[in-house]
T-cell receptor, first 113, second 113 residues
Framework: DGGITQSPKYLFRKEGQNVTLSCEQN?????MYWYRQDPGQGLRLIYY???????QKGDIAEGYSVSREKKESFPLTVTSAQKNPTAFYLC????????????FGSGTRLTVV | RKEVEQDPGPFNVPEGATVAFNCTYS??????FFWYRQDCRKEPKLLMS???SGNEDGRFTAQLNRASQYISLLIRDSKLSDSATYLC??????????????FGQGTTLQVKP
């Protein structure tokens, strides 16, 4: 079955560490997105990519980095510059066309310890 | 002003009740509209797209009023399993080529026995 896989499900980061969240899809979608969700808040866009080797900053890109070397993969690195990284991170992909919504991965819950 | 605004609730209703959620959006250029459902600590899942003519899927009815920039979701004959957070989602500025979606903070529904 096609879908999006995020790993790990839970991640703990020490102060000053960089961590990378994995996102892989086998839906043949061109566009992929990273969102962050904080308790009681809506999803906020971190980065997105519409095509391989190209990506754009979202609304809250500071302290994050991404790459898009393969169509299937869009990893997110949370750097030490991100001062408040504890959140629920969601990866999504989308088919072409206006009328299509996102398919989400199951998310990674990141906690700073 | 937030781009997508929803009453966070919670809405506490008995089984069998009819409940309606409303949502307003600020970008008059938005082209696509969706309702997503998010269970506690899970990823959002597409519930239904929202069309100008209104659309129905079983017990769920979605309406769009472009003139008032207003979207609604009606749930009839509520079930315990309908308990979740319902996210109103619209396409963002310049999203015709990027596919970016803007999420409301969600409305929480709790259906009681």
């Amino acid at each position: 079955d096609g879908g999006i896989t995020q790993s790990p499900k839970y991640l703990f980061r020490k102060e000053g560490q960089n961590v990378t969240l994995s996102c892989e899809q086998n839906l043949n979608h061109d566009a992929m997105y990273w969102y962050r969700q904080d308790p009681g808040q809506g999803l906020r866009l971190i980065y997105y990519s519409q095509i391989v080797n190209d990506f754009q900053k979202g609304d809250i890109a500071e302290g994050y980095s991404v790459s898009r070397e393969k169509k299937e993969s869009f990893p997110l690195t949370v750097t030490s510059a991100q001062k408040n990284p504890t959140a629920f991170y969601l990866c999504a992909s989308k088919d072409r066309g206006q009328g299509y919504g996102y398919t989400f991965g199951s998310g990674t819950r990141l906690t700073v310890v | 002003r937030k781009e997508v605004e929803q009453d966070p609730g919670p809405f506490n209703v008995p089984e069998g009740a009819t409940v309606a959620f409303n949502c307003t959006y600020s970008n008059s250029a938005s082209q696509s509209f969706f309702w997503y459902r998010q269970d506690c600590r899970k990823e959002p899942k597409l519930l239904m797209s929202v069309y100008s003519s209104g659309n129905e899927d079983g017990r769920f009815t979605a309406q769009l009023n472009r003139a008032s920039q207003y979207i609604s979701l009606l749930i009839r004959d509520s079930k315990l399993s309908d308990s979740a957070t319902y996210l109103c989602v619209v396409t963002g500025r310049g999203s015709s080529n990027t596919g970016k979606l803007i999420f409301g903070q969600g409305t929480t529904l709790q259906v009681k026995p």
